[in-house]
């Protein structure tokens, strides 16, 4: 386009030179000689012919391209009626997908905590190379893959910070676990399988180890049948201490749960590893007994 505007202009300062008369090619009223009429009209057509010659080096010396404006197209907008009412889509963003904890695009591997490496150094010593860990401490959750970290999310965990259920909590109803004390989720070593609960979201991974009289432990999908324990505000917030709220199940993300349906074996026990709250006993509960 500067090119172009650069030719114009040379060509105008050409014309302008080579016709000193072309300022007074307006035609006024005369009463001349129909002769000198003809002159005049020679002399306008002579210009226009100038004109004409200016406008097609101007064409042949700048591409039509640089001479177009760029022109944009807004695409036709898409219908949503999975709620009724169609809405426009023109405007909306479409979703990207992303990993289990909402974030969008390639993800680096999750960065450990020292208690976190510890406690899968320990794991290897005992030939889990894949395994999940919950570290209570930190509420997270975490995957690993040969040995390595593949994925972390927030995880919710029971209201105490006790790492040993109480004595006796095995053979209690649900109904009489009301105290702040008895809601623990134990640290140590286990496994979960699949398990279904639909007033839990569903499919989930039940801790194998852990049956009471009528419940178990479970890791399962954001539990929101209490509205005023604000789970699913809690599972954003970085507050750790916001993360210890569940009666001793360890609560994720829908996408996280999901997510971890799809990596773990269909069937069989998996490894894991839920941290003590305090990093010195991480030994006392995961390293290999010597004889």
Same mark, same amino acid.
Do not use: M
């Given at each position: 386009m500067v090119r172009a505007v650069a030719l114009f202009g040379a060509a105008i300062v050409v014309l302008a030179l080579g016709c000193p008369g072309a300022q007074a090619a307006a035609v006024t009223k005369?009463?001349?000689?129909?002769?000198? /009429? =003809?002159?005049?009209?020679?002399?306008?057509?002579?210009?226009? @012919?100038?004109?004409r010659e200016v406008a097609r080096a101007i064409v042949k010396a700048a591409p039509v391209s640089a001479l177009k404006m760029p022109s944009y197209r807004v695409p036709a907008p898409a219908i949503d009626t999975s709620a009724g009412a169609p809405t426009s889509l023109a405007y909306r963003v479409p979703p990207s997908t992303g990993d289990a904890s909402g974030a969008t695009g390639p993800q680096p591997p999750p960065v450990l905590s020292d208690q976190e490496s510890e406690a899968s150094q320990m794991a290897a010593a005992r030939g889990d190379r894949d395994f999940l860990m919950v570290d209570k401490a930190r509420g997270k959750i975490i995957l690993f893959e040969k040995s390595q970290p593949v $994925? +972390?999310?927030?995880? *919710?965990? @029971?209201?105490?910070? +006790?790492? %040993?259920?109480?004595? &006796?909590? *095995?053979?209690?109803? $649900?109904? !009489? *676990? !009301?105290?702040?004390?008895?809601? /623990?989720?134990?640290? @140590?070593r286990f496994t979960v399988e699949r398990g279904y609960d639909k007033e839990l979201g569903g499919p989930l991974l039940d801790v194998s180890e852990i049956r009471g009289k009528?419940? @178990?432990?479970?890791?399962?999908?954001?539990?929101? &049948? =209490?509205?005023?324990? %604000? %789970?699913? +505000?809690r599972l954003k917030s970085p507050t750790i201490e916001d993360k210890h709220i569940s009666f001793g199940c360890i609560n994720v993300t829908r996408a996280a749960i999901q997510y971890l349906l799809?990596?773990?074996?269909?069937?069989?026990? $998996?490894?894991?590893? /839920?941290?003590p709250e305090d990093p010195s006993r991480t030994a006392a509960y995961f390293a290999p007994r010597t004889s």
């Open positions: 005369t009463k001349a000689h129909p002769a000198r /009429v =003809t002159v005049i009209h020679a002399e306008a057509a002579h210009r226009v @012919g100038v004109h $994925f +972390a999310g927030p995880a *919710l965990t @029971g209201a105490s910070l +006790a790492d %040993r259920l109480p004595p &006796g909590e *095995l053979t209690e109803k $649900f109904d !009489n *676990l !009301n105290a702040r004390k008895t809601k /623990v989720t134990p640290a @140590g009528d419940w @178990g432990i479970a890791i399962h999908q954001v539990y929101l &049948g =209490t509205p005023s324990e %604000r %789970r699913d +505000a799809r990596k773990l074996p269909e069937s069989g026990p $998996f490894p894991l590893y /839920v941290l």
